[in-house]
């Protein structure tokens, strides 16, 4: 019993946060909606995200923290909910018509970013700083 208690203080002592800032927010309608991938495999088939949630949002730069993730490799998407429906809109070609952003990512996207290109490590006892710019595509 007393190594299950030693064990398990030290998995939640492991916890880190990860510090947000979004740029480039358009208004201060609706809310910041972000995904946070764990591994390749999920982020490639968009599935089985590690978090998502919404978050309040301020008009030009925008500052949340997840908190209690364990320390490891992460991608960050966020997109701007300007509308509050919950889903990314897009115009009838597919192109996105609400801002969002990928970690790492501060160019025009052309195709989907590789995991190489996004992820970003999360330790712990360490600031975890993530800064992404919210643009059209």
């Known amino acids: 019993m007393i190594f299950l208690f030693s064990l398990v203080a030290s998995i939640t002592l ?3 946060d ?3 800032t979004a740029t480039e927010v358009p208004s201060d309608k609706g809310s910041l909606q972000f995904v946070l991938y764990s591994t390749e495999q999920t982020y490639l088939s968009e599935a089985q995200e590690f978090l998502e949630e919404h ?3 301020q008009m030009g730069i925008s500052k949340f923290t997840i908190t209690n993730i364990p320390p490891g490799e992460y991608a ?3 997109f701007h909910d300007e509308n509050g ?3 990314h809109d897009k115009n009838f070609l597919g192109i ?3 801002k969002f952003g990928i970690s790492g990512i501060t160019k025009k996207l052309w195709s ?3 995991w190489a290109e996004i992820k970003f490590p999360v330790a712990d006892n360490q600031a975890n700083d993530v800064t992404i710019l919210l643009k059209w595509q």
Request: no cysteine; aromatic share 0%.
């Open 96 to 98: 996105p018509i609400e």
């Open 55 to 57: 978050v309040p949002v």
């Open 18 to 20: 990860i510090h947000v």
């Open 85 to 87: 429906n919950g889903v």
């Open 14 to 16: 492991r916890a880190a």
């Open 112 to 114: 989907k970013p590789s």
């Open 76 to 78: 960050l998407i966020i």
